[in-house]
């Protein structure tokens, strides 16, 4: 896969932030014991010492729950919450791309909405893309304006956002 033109299937994860690309993996991998402002920090690694000092305000604006509970260990939160501190996390960075591996798994469907109205903000931005790798038909549907059909490794469909029902993605996707 290239990003930018750069090849980056073979970089490190290091080197992937540092060429603005942020990767939310399935399964929310927080730092447990550290507290949420602490996870959140842990965002600001590809800044310099001076840069990385406080937590961005806008990432709080965009999920007010990670302020209310940035003295508690992300271990503490729940799942949604912990999702919410990964995606937060990411963003730290202030990434060209985002990438979110199945950020709706195993959530309570009122913090899905939180996260998928954080997705749309983030995409009427228009300051970084968003790619997002999503079994859950309704909220990709609500907010891709491109998709992929893979299946075992392959594209087997893809096309405009807007078109996925009349192209009957639905059915290619139901499990």
Do not use: C
């Amino acid at each position: 896969m290239n990003w930018e033109g750069k090849p980056i299937t073979g970089s490190k994860p290091h080197q992937r932030v540092h060429a603005g690309i942020a990767y939310v993996p399935q399964g929310r991998e927080i730092f447990p014991r550290l507290t949420v402002e602490e996870n959140l920090l842990m965002g600001l690694s590809r800044f310099s010492a001076k840069e990385a000092k406080a937590v961005p305000e806008f990432i709080y604006e965009l999920f007010p729950v990670l302020r209310e509970m940035k003295h508690r260990r992300g271990g503490d939160l729940s799942g949604g919450q912990q999702q919410q501190l990964a995606i937060g996390r990411a963003l730290a960075s202030r990434p060209r791309l985002l990438i979110l591996d199945e950020p709706t798994e195993g959530i309570q469907p009122s913090v899905i909405k939180e996260i998928g109205a954080v997705i749309r903000k983030l995409a009427e931005r228009g300051d970084m893309a968003i790619l997002l790798v999503e079994q859950f038909y309704d909220f990709a549907a609500e907010l891709a304006d491109q998709y992929l059909v893979m299946s075992r490794g392959e594209i087997i469909q893809q096309g405009r956002g807007e078109n996925m029902e009349a192209e009957g993605v639905r059915g290619l996707v139901t499990i």
